[in-house]
């Protein structure tokens, strides 16, 4: 299996740019997770889906940010317009749901200047 | 609502030493306890999990953990640690019940292996 797919891996753009992020999790997998990690805050959850149904988006940070999953194998977040202090490491992870083992992308790393 | 303490921000060991990562948990119903490590550059892999039964639990790696519900402690243990242990060690809640099984984080300890 190829695991849990991001892309971009890099991401530099400017301020008031739209930004999405990618995401395929693994096939099979029905829960899928986005989060966002800064040295400042550490790990954070943004939003979680089950069987393609956003279950919890507390943790988006404000309307600047979007996420969806039209279908289970595909998921973006974006971002518009971005601002300098949504640079940060965004993972994407995927599980078989419920208190199964979450498993983490490489990361999309945004710069945003 | 639920939360992680990761003790220790940073740790430094030297090589075969034993090491422990403390972690302590807040929350106001049965939890489900996880251990993840963070290799620069990459994600996130899990290394051990308690869910019931068995208060000590052995993950990948040579690590374990044990759950001390009246301490509400996850501390993660290695007897003897090598260079290839360097790295970033996250504890991590989740609440369960219900359809949100959502995992909170504690901020990370950074382990570094000394020759």
């Known amino acids: 299996d190829a695991g849990v797919i991001q892309s971009p891996r890099h991401e530099v753009t400017e301020m008031g740019q739209e930004v999405t992020l990618r995401c395929k999790p693994i096939?099979?997998?029905?829960?899928l997770f986005w989060y966002r990690q800064t040295m400042m805050r550490g790990l954070e959850l943004l939003i979680y889906?089950?069987?393609?149904?956003?279950?919890?988006d507390s943790g988006m940070p404000e309307d600047r940010f979007s996420a969806k999953m039209p279908n289970a194998s595909f998921s973006t977040l974006k971002i518009q317009p971005s601002e300098p202090r949504d640079s940060a490491v965004y993972f994407c992870?995927?599980?078989?749901?419920?208190?199964?083992?979450?498993?983490f992308g490489p990361g999309t790393r945004l710069l945003v200047l | 609502a639920q939360s992680v303490t990761q003790l220790d921000s940073q740790v430094p060991v030297f090589e075969e030493a034993p090491v422990e990562l403390r972690c302590n948990y807040s929350?106001?119903?049965?939890?489900?306890l996880f251990w993840y490590v963070q290799y620069p550059n990459q994600g996130l892999q899990l290394l051990l999990k308690?869910?019931?039964?068995?208060?000590l639990v052995k993950g990948i790696n040579g690590f374990e953990a044990e759950f001390n519900k009246s301490q509400t402690s996850f501390h993660l243990r290695k007897p003897s640690v090598h260079i290839s242990d360097t790295a970033e060690y996250f504890c991590?809640?989740?609440?369960?019940?219900?359809?949100?099984?959502?995992?909170?984080f504690g901020k990370g300890t950074l382990l570094t292996v000394n020759p």
């Open positions: 991590a809640v989740s609440e369960g019940g219900g359809s949100n099984y959502k995992l909170t």
């Open positions: 096939s099979g997998h029905n829960s």
């Open positions: 929350s106001s119903v049965s939890v489900y």
């Open positions: 889906f089950n069987n393609n149904v956003p279950i919890d």
């Open positions: 308690y869910l019931s039964g068995s208060t």
């Open positions: 992870a995927s599980s078989l749901g419920g208190v199964a083992t979450q498993y």
